[in-house]
Each structure stands twice: as C-alpha cells, then as structure tokens.
C-alpha cells in the first residue's frame, strides 16, 4: 500500500446500524469520531482563541487552502512553519482545496480541462488553480489531512452537468494523487526568497478523495466506485451536498455512499453541520463534518438550543436571566445570561458574538460527544430520535 498514510489509521466499535464510534489518528493526535471540526477559513475559529476551540471541545480544525493561497501565501505559512505552528493549533489539521472558494468568491473564473483560472476576490489578481498547483499549495501549508480540487457545480444540476463534473474531479483526483506522491517522493520546491528555515521535506500527509455526483445515485456510485478503484485511501470524503438540494435527496444520497464505501475508514461529510444535520448523518454513517454555521451564525446572534434556534436579540430576552442553554458546560453559558447577552448585542459589543460563537461551537462538539456516549451505551436509535424530535418539535 501508498506509503502516503501509514501515520494515519482509524478503528471503530459500537456500531448501530451505520452509526459508529471510531477513533482517526493522525500525525497530530487522534479524533474521537463522528467529530464537528469547527471552521478556521483563514487560520482561525472567528472570534476565538486557539485556547477557547479546545475548551469548547474542538479536536480537529478545518482551514481553506484558497483563503491561506491568497493571504498570506502558502509559502510564507510555510516558512513560518507550517499552519500547525502559524497558528498555533498542536492538534489535528484539514485543508479544504478550495474549489468551493474558487467557484463561489472568485471572479471571472474560466474552467477547462487543465483547472481554473480566476481573479482574486482581494485584489482582482489572476490565479491559476490545477490539481497539481492546489497540491503544491495544501503540501506547503501543512495540514494533516488535504483535499483534492474538484469540480463544484449547483446542488439540482441535470444528470449531464453531474455526470461530466464528477468525471472530471475523478481524472483531477488522479492528477493530485501523482503529484502528492511525487513531492513525498522528491520534496517541495525551495521558498523562492529564502523566507526562513527552508524545510523541503513536507510533513506527513494525506490526500482524500470526494465523492461528488449532484443528487444522482448512480453518480454517486459510479464516483465512490471510481476513487475507490483508484487505490487505497485513509478517509473518503462526500462533496457537493448542502448546496440547495432538498433534505430528502441528501439524506438519500448519503444512504448510496454509505452502502459504496469500506467501513474501515472515515467519512467526511464536507459543509453539512447544522445540529439536525450532524444527527441524521451519523446515522448514515458519517465520521467527520464542518460547516460554518455556528460561528456565521453565532455573530448574527443566532443560538443553537436542543429546542431549535433562538435568536438572542429578541426583546423577549430582555429580563431573561437563563443561560442560552441551562446545563451547557460551555465557557458562555457557564457564565452569562440570555439579558445580558443580547444587551451586548444591542450595544453592538464584540465579546457578544464571540460569546454566542463559542456556545454554537461547544453545542454542535457537545451533540457528537453526546453521540458517541449513546453510541458506546447501545443506546443511538433512541437518543437520537428523542433528540431529533425535540429540536424539531
Ligand atoms: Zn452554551
């Protein structure tokens, strides 16, 4: 097998139905799974302190290889040593490719066979992004695990549009492979102006493929039978599903991954992390997830409560001296009552959308935790559907 991940490796127990304990280890430590990584898009959870995600039961961080490309520079991450040391984070790291970026913020992006030209969404500056290029980029920043590029198209897209996107993320998958490979193999390229210490060896990684494939199961098959064909993988990650689909096709099209892909390693279902969401893929077999709801959400004053969402600056709250949560551990709910919370919302007072951030972020790490404890005690199928049925009644 690929010398590319033997420091990577993951077991699992507990199994109910699809669901599953399981344990990721990486060059950075293990992840208890199924696990949220909260979203550190530039480098950072926003709003919070290294410090605070940990507390707040962060394991694994989620960074954006297109953001960290264009500012600071992924050779300047590089020679500050790597995005574990840049930021400070000791623990496990994933860079996202970037595609979604690049489809979604980019300008006058053009798509061709060889990958995508763009214009910065910072400085209008042009950039060309091929598999081989988004390699050299997520091997400098570093993370423990790095994305391939694929091609994002709408959630509805007709079968055809599908079809030809998810062929092409195939043969760019075997482009990032071969170029990952040859720069384990012979090393990165030297820092043009001699930043700093020069590490050409890059640290140990690995490469997940996507499953893409729209909300067409025979897609989906036809993509999770191709990378698999393609060798062997230490996680597989499912792509293009939150992006307007409806949840019943979701839901379905996680059923046709889950029936394709090996149970032996993790499933990462990438952008999909709303708490009902988290629920209902574990129980179709996902490991890992992100999704930048909580903290985008949390500085818009929306909280995530068992009950539902809560929007703390409603007038309701003005006396209200209950937590966001009674019984949270998080560090705001700790502390801080709903008044005063949305009195610093009203006084447009920073510490107020940190604080809400930081709820959202131990509430969804506090849901897989709480999965993981049912799981453990054979006790999934019905705290789940309790759990579920509450958020949603
Ligand atoms: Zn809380």
Request: charge should be negative.
């Amino acid at each position: 097998m690929p010398s590319t991940h033997t420091e990577f490796s993951f077991r699992t127990a507990h199994d109910c139905g699809s669901a599953r304990v399981g344990w990721f280890t990486t060059p950075h430590g293990e992840v208890e799974t199924p696990a949220f990584m909260p979203v550190a898009t530039h480098g950072v959870v926003r709003g919070l302190s290294m410090e605070e995600v940990r507390a707040a039961g962060g394991q694994m961080l989620l960074a954006n290889a297109y953001h960290l490309y264009l500012r600071p520079g992924d050779m300047m991450i590089r020679a500050l040593g790597g995005l574990h040391a840049f930021t400070r984070w000791n623990g496990p790291m994933l860079t996202d490719s970037g595609g979604f970026q690049v489809f979604s913020l980019a300008k006058l992006r053009t798509v061709t066979e060889e990958g995508v030209t763009f214009r910065s969404h910072l400085d209008g500056s042009m950039h060309e992004y091929t598999p081989e290029h988004v390699m050299r980029i997520e091997r400098n920043i570093g993370a423990d695990v790095i994305m391939q590029l694929d091609e994002l198209i709408a959630g509805q897209a007709e079968f055809a549009d599908s079809c030809a996107a998810m062929e092409r993320s195939l043969r760019w998958l075997d482009r990032c492979r071969v170029e990952f490979d040859r720069i384990g193999r012979e090393g990165r390229a030297p820092t043009a102006d001699h930043l700093g210490a020069d590490d050409l060896a890059p640290p140990p990684q690995t490469l997940f493929p996507i499953v893409q494939g729209g909300i067409h199961a025979e897609l989906r098959r036809a993509s999770a039978r191709g990378i698999l064909e393609r060798g062997d993988w230490a996680g597989v990650a499912i792509g293009g599903l939150s992006v307007g689909e409806a949840k019943p096709d979701l839901h379905a099209m996680l059923e046709v991954c889950d029936a394709e892909l090996p149970r032996r390693v993790p499933r990462y279902l990438m952008g999909v992390g709303f708490p009902d969401d988290l629920i209902e893929g574990v129980r179709r077999g996902i490991d890992l997830f992100d999704c930048v709801a909580p903290t985008r959400m949390g500085r818009d004053g929306t909280v995530f409560t068992p009950d539902g969402k809560v929007q703390v600056r409603k007038s309701s709250h003005r006396t209200d001296r209950r937590p966001l949560v009674e019984g949270c551990d998080c560090a705001c709910c700790a502390q801080y009552d709903r008044a005063y919370l949305r009195h610093l919302f009203a006084s447009d007072e920073m510490l107020g959308l940190r604080l809400v951030a930081l709820h959202n972020v131990a509430f969804l790490n506090g849901i897989m935790r709480d999965a993981r404890r049912a799981l453990v005690a054979g006790e999934f199928a019905t705290w789940s559907a309790d759990w579920l049925a509450r958020y949603r009644g």
